[in-house]
C-alpha cells in the first residue's frame, strides 16, 4: 500500500501482463505550458531554496545535512558520508542547472532540514534514448521524518525538471518501492580486514585466525597490468569511444559524450580514480574506475570513518576483467581504502567470487520514472552507476 507511489507514474506491482507489451512512457504527453507554474506548499515555517553549490556555505550546508542524515545501513551502524569536493562533483555535471539541488530551510532559523537533487543525463533504456535527470540525495532531517515531506520535495523535483521539457527520471533506492526495473545486490572485498572486523562492518571467518584473514586479503603494491597509469585530459577522446562501445551491450546505460566523460572520469584524488591500460602502439585498451565514498561509524570509539571505494566505470578490453578489478582492488587499497565495493551488474557476477568478495546484506534497486519496461532488466544486463 503505497499511499505516494501508488499516485505516481511508475510501474506499479502487480499490474495486468499485456498493460507492459512493449517500453514506453506511462503518462500521455503533456506540455511544458500545462506544468504547475508555482512551488508545492510547505508545511507552516519551511520554504524552499536552491542551493548553490559554488557557494562554499551553501555547500557544506548540504553536506552537514547529509553527514548527519543520509543513507544508513539496516542495522545503523555505517552512514554515508559522502565530502564536499565530491558532492561538487556529483552534482555539477556538464548542463546542471541549481534550480535543480532543490532544498527546504526552517524560516525563522534558516537551517537546512531537506534536499533533493537532479541532474541531466541521457539514458539509453533497451532501444530507446531518453534524456532524463538523475534524482539522488534525498534526505530529510530526522527529526521531520514520516511527515509526508518526502512526497512533496519529490513533487517539487518533478515540477522543477517538467519546466525543462523532460519527462522521465533514473533513481536508485535501499527500498523497494513500486516497481524496480533491477534489483542488484552489493558485494565487497576486504582491503583492510583488521579494521573491518574491528568496526563490524565484517566477522572473523569460521576457523579463520586473523593472521590467516590478512593473507587471504593480501595484495601487491603496484598494479600489475604493464602501461597501466592514471588516466589524462588527453585520454579523453578514446576512453569515450571505448566506453561508449562497452556500454552497448547493456539493456540500461548512460550516453556520456567527450565533455561528460572529461567530468566523470578525470581523475579526482579521494572523489574519482581513473586508470587507462595503454598498449605499446599508445592506443588504450582498457579502463578502470572508482571513487570514494566514506560512510561514518556509527558510535564507535576507535575509528570514526571507514573509507570506501565503489567499482565505477571498468571496460576490458585486451586485459581480461578478473585482472583489471584485482589492479582496481591494489589501487584503492594503495589510496587507502578499506573496502571495495560492488554491485552484481555489469560482467560482476562472473568474477566476484574469485577476487574474494563477500555477498553484502544491503540491495540497490534500480528505478525509472514515468518509462515502463516490458520485462525486468536482468542485473547483469545494467551498465548504469548511480553515484
Ligand atoms: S535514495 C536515498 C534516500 N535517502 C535516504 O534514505 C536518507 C535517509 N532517509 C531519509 O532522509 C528519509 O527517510 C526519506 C523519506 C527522505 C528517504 N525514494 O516523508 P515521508 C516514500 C522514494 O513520510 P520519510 C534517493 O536519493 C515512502 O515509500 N520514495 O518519509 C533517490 C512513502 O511513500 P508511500 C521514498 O522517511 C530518491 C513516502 O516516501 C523513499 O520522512 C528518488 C513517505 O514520505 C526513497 N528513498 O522521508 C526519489 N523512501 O506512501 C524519487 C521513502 O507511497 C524520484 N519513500 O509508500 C522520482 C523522480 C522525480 C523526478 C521526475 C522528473 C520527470
Ligand atoms: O555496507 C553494507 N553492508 C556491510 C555492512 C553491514 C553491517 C551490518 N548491517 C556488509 N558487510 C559484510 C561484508 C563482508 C566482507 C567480507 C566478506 C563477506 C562480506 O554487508 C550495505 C551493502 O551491502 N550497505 C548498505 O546497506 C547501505 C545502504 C545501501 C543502499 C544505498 C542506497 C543509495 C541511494 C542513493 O541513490
Same mark, same amino acid.
Given at each position: 500500500n503505497y499511499a505516494f507511489w501508488?499516485?505516481?507514474?511508475?510501474?506499479q506491482f502487480g499490474e495486468q501482463p499485456g498493460t507492459s507489451d512493449a517500453d514506453g512512457a506511462i503518462d500521455k504527453p503533456k506540455d511544458?505550458?500545462?506544468?504547475?507554474?508555482?512551488? %508545492?506548499?510547505?508545511?507552516? !515555517?519551511?520554504?524552499?531554496?536552491?542551493?548553490?553549490?559554488? !557557494?562554499?556555505?551553501?555547500?557544506?550546508e548540504i553536506y552537514e545535512l547529509l553527514s548527519a542524515h543520509?543513507?544508513?545501513?539496516?542495522?545503523?551502524?555505517?552512514?554515508?558520508?559522502?565530502?564536499?569536493?565530491?558532492?561538487?562533483?556529483?552534482?555539477?555535471?556538464?548542463?546542471?542547472?541549481? *534550480?535543480?539541488?532543490?532544498?527546504?530551510?526552517?524560516s525563522t532559523t534558516g537551517k537546512l532540514v531537506a534536499f533533493i537533487s537532479g541532474i541531466p543525463a541521457t539514458v539509453r533504456v533497451n532501444a530507446?534514448?531518453?534524456?532524463?535527470?538523475?534524482?539522488?540525495?534525498?534526505?530529510?532531517?530526522?527529526?521531520?521524518?514520516?511527515k509526508r515531506l518526502a512526497p512533496v520535495l519529490i513533487k517539487e523535483i518533478t515540477r522543477r525538471v517538467n519546466l525543462h521539457n523532460i519527462w522521465q527520471a533514473v533513481y536508485t533506492a535501499g527500498v523497494l518501492l513500486p516497481k524496480p526495473v533491477s534489483e542488484c545486490q552489493y558485494?565487497?572485498?576486504?582491503?583492510?580486514?583488521?579494521?573491518?572486523?574491528?568496526?563490524?562492518?565484517?566477522?572473523?571467518?569460521?576457523?579463520? /585466525?586473523?593472521?590467516?584473514t590478512l593473507k587471504l586479503y593480501k595484495l601487491p603494491d603496484q598494479p600489475?597490468?604493464?602501461?597501466?597509469?592514471?588516466?589524462?585530459?588527453?585520454?579523453?577522446?578514446?576512453?569515450?569511444?571505448?566506453?561508449?562501445?562497452y556500454l552497448q551491450k547493456f539493456q540500461i546505460a548512460?550516453?556520456?559524450?567527450?565533455?561528460? *566523460?572529461?567530468?566523470?572520469?578525470?581523475f579526482q584524488p579521494d572523489v574519482v580514480h581513473? %586508470?587507462? *591500460?595503454?598498449?605499446?602502439?599508445? /592506443?588504450? /585498451?582498457?579502463?578502470?574506475?572508482?571513487?570514494?565514498?566514506?560512510?561514518?561509524?556509527?558510535? !564507535?570509539?576507535? %575509528?570514526?570513518?571507514?573509507?570506501?571505494?565503489?567499482?565505477?566505470?571498468?571496460?576490458p578490453g585486451a586485459t581480461p576483467l578478473p585482472q583489471l578489478m584485482n589492479d582496481a582492488l591494489i589501487l584503492a587499497h594503495s589510496t587507502g581504502h578499506d573496502v571495495f565495493n560492488a554491485l552484481d551488474i555489469f560482467d560482476n557476477q562472473k568474477i566476484l567470487k574469485e577476487l574474494k568478495f563477500g555477498i553484502g546484506d544491503g540491495k540497490l534497486r534500480y528505478y525509472l520514472f514515468n518509462w515502463r519496461v516490458a520485462h525486468e532488466i536482468p542485473t547483469n544486463k545494467v551498465g548504469l552507476v548511480m553515484l
Open positions: 501508488g499516485t505516481q507514474p511508475v510501474a511544458v505550458a500545462d506544468v504547475r507554474p508555482e512551488p %508545492y506548499g510547505l508545511p507552516q !515555517n519551511f520554504e524552499w531554496v536552491t542551493c548553490n553549490i559554488d !557557494n562554499d556555505d551553501e555547500l557544506r543520509y543513507v544508513e545501513d539496516d542495522d545503523n551502524m555505517f552512514r554515508f558520508a559522502y565530502s564536499k569536493e565530491f558532492l561538487r562533483w556529483a552534482l555539477q555535471p556538464p548542463g546542471f542547472k541549481a *534550480v535543480w539541488h532543490c532544498g527546504v530551510r526552517v530507446s534514448t531518453l534524456t532524463t535527470v538523475e534524482i539522488n540525495f534525498l534526505c530529510v532531517h530526522k527529526k521531520l521524518r514520516h558485494w565487497h572485498r576486504s582491503l583492510n580486514p583488521k579494521k573491518l572486523i574491528s568496526i563490524g562492518f565484517s566477522r572473523l571467518a569460521q576457523r579463520m /585466525t586473523m593472521a590467516r600489475q597490468t604493464p602501461g597501466i597509469r592514471q588516466m589524462e585530459d588527453r585520454d579523453v577522446p578514446q576512453v569515450t569511444a571505448l566506453l561508449a562501445d548512460p550516453v556520456l559524450d567527450e565533455e561528460e *566523460v572529461r567530468h566523470w572520469l578525470s581513473s %586508470y587507462v *591500460v595503454e598498449g605499446p602502439d599508445g /592506443t588504450l /585498451t582498457d579502463l578502470l574506475s572508482f571513487y570514494t565514498l566514506p560512510s561514518s561509524i556509527i558510535g !564507535n570509539d576507535q %575509528y570514526d570513518s571507514l573509507k570506501a571505494a565503489y567499482m565505477f566505470y571498468t571496460v
